[in-house]
């Protein structure tokens, strides 16, 4: 087995996303945990720096059509591009808030 350690990007307070992520790589830590960006050009600017730096991602997103109850299908669809957007970054693990799935939906969203 082998253990990781991840620091999150809440609270960092260096003036770049690169210096913030530098500083974690040289905290000694293996990977990050913040939001995958909205924006296309931050996401490639994320993953590059991910990669050169060596370092994993655990993308923690924002469900952000909270009106929509689970099971909705606009609620699984606003999901979807949440974990999408993860997946662009290389993210090991992905964290939705602010949304329960039940196995009925897991299964209906598998492959």
Known sequence: MQIKYFRGLWGMSLPTLAANLEAIRAGGFDGVEMGAPRDAQQRAELRGLLDDLGLDLVAQQQQRDRAAGTGDP????????????AVEVNARVVGIDQVQFDTRMAADHDG
């Open 74 to 85: 606009h609620m699984v669809a606003a999901v979807e591009v949440e974990v999408n957007l």
